[in-house]
């Protein structure tokens, strides 16, 4: 009978992910806090206590399943501190006589994991079947198409899918209600303030030990308050419902010096570590919609953000690495502005969305697109250089997400749900 050691990624709670099931008794599940993962960018102080106090929440939740859970914490005397390594001396640690991982969400860690196929304990990877599509799939629906065009992406996956479907027609008659969700903000118009979790033991812990560590890094933790347990993140979920999608869709190209979160839902950072999946909060919205209680042009806009987008990069990225991040079709090389990482400017717009995002770890996607992104392509910044911000700013960024919209094929950036 073999023995697994189950290594399972930052980006990867989720109780039903392909590698806990059918495990033999004795295997291994291994969560790992190491140094190399929180520096490779400048990650947000924010967006380390999120992944990391939600990777003990899960570790505990998987305890109480029953499972036998390791977990190397950031100060651990043993830790080694680097992934592949510390994956490694667990697995020799506890006798096993494999790893297994799930598709990790970068091509770094991907090339890292595949290199060690033939090493003396091998690396098993399987496929990561939380998302519509696989990579697999993806190129599938590449191949032979001259052009790569998200609006039939989108349709294929609604009618395979079935939402917002109406006898084969797309509910409504129309696929895309983007026309409909271009109004400005009122003068006067309040915004439902978002829910507020309280920080247990675990995240205060974690929290101090961000600062020791990560300290340095662009923004602050005063304002922390991004679900770390799956039950924080379906509170969040049931606020947006209820609350936010109604008028989502109307106002979701607006913008606001003094608001920071408008109508968006702030799910993408749940959703890309794990603690919500895409179907259930495709299918949660859809409800709303078939119940009367948000219409259509909102839900279609949200569904498209998450069934359309968030797939499409994600196979673009998937098929297209490793060139796709150094891609540079208008040849722009310049450094990233200083004002970037300080807010001292005289472009309010621009000094409000640092602002918002060195306070929240998050910005909307019209001040991540039409503001931070196209000040940069003006400036004739670097596309990875941009990239590479993105990456460490913002709370539910991720590299298969960032990657699309700074190699300068602009038209909407979806990790802002």
């Known amino acids: 009978m073999p023995r697994p050691l189950v290594l399972i990624l930052g980006d990867q709670l989720s109780t039903d992910l392909a590698s806990l099931g059918d495990l033999p008794d004795d295997a291994v599940v291994a969560l790992c806090e190491v140094a190399g993962e929180g520096r490779y960018v400048p990650h947000h102080p924010q967006k380390i206590v999120l992944i990391l106090s939600a990777m003990r929440h899960f570790a505990e939740a998987l305890r109480r399943r029953g499972l036998r859970v390791h977990y190397s914490a950031l100060d651990d ?44 304990l091998p690396w098993r990877l399987i496929e990561d079947d939380r998302f519509y599509t696989t990579p697999e799939a993806f190129a599938a629906w590449a191949d032979g198409r001259k052009a790569l065009r998200l609006e039939y992406f989108y349709r294929e996956l609604r009618r395979r899918t079935g939402l917002l479907m109406e006898d ?44 020791e560590h990560f300290g340095d890094h662009f923004g602050g933790l005063a304002g922390f308050q991004w679900p770390v347990t799956r039950r924080q993140a379906l509170v969040d979920l049931r606020h947006f419902l209820a609350h936010l999608l109604p008028d989502f869709g109307r106002y979701q190209d ?36 078939l119940e009367g209680r948000a219409p259509l042009n909102s839900v279609e806009g949200f569904i498209r ?10 196979g673009l990225y998937w098929t297209r690495m490793p060139d796709y991040k150094r891609g540079n079709a208008l040849g722009a090389n310049g450094e990233l502005p200083a004002c970037y990482w300080s807010g001292d400017t005289e472009l309010r717009c621009l000094r409000r969305a640092i602002e918002m995002t060195r306070d929240n770890a998050y910005a909307h996607h019209i001040q991540r697109l039409m503001v931070t992104g196209n000040i940069a392509l003006l400036c004739d910044v670097s596309p990875e250089a941009l990239c590479d911000w993105y990456l460490a ?25």
């Open 393 to 417: 700013v913002y709370a539910d960024a991720c590299e298969w997400v960032e990657s699309y919209p700074t190699c300068w094929a602009w038209c909407c950036t979806p990790t802002a749900a």
């Open 77 to 120: 005397p043993d830790n080694l501190q680097s992934l592949i390594p510390e994956a490694e001396r667990l697995a020799a640690l506890y006798g096993c006589d494999e790893i297994r991982a799930v598709r990790p969400g970068e091509w770094r860690l991907w090339q890292a994991m595949t290199a060690r196929a033939g090493a003396p």
């Open 168 to 211: 084969g027609a797309p509910a409504g008659g129309k696929w895309n209600y983007d026309a409909d969700n271009r109004e400005p903000l009122p003068d006067a118009l309040e915004i439902p303030a978002a829910p507020r979790h309280g920080l247990d033991a675990t995240t205060e812990a974690v929290m101090a030990l961000v600062e």
């Open 254 to 289: 607006a913008i606001s010096d003094s608001e920071p979160f408008l109508f968006h839902s702030r799910l993408s950072a749940a959703l890309n570590i794990g603690l919500l999946s895409p179907r259930e909060v495709c299918e949660a919205a859809e409800r709303e919609y």
């Open 305 to 314: 953000q998450i069934l359309g987008w968030r797939e499409y990069v994600r």
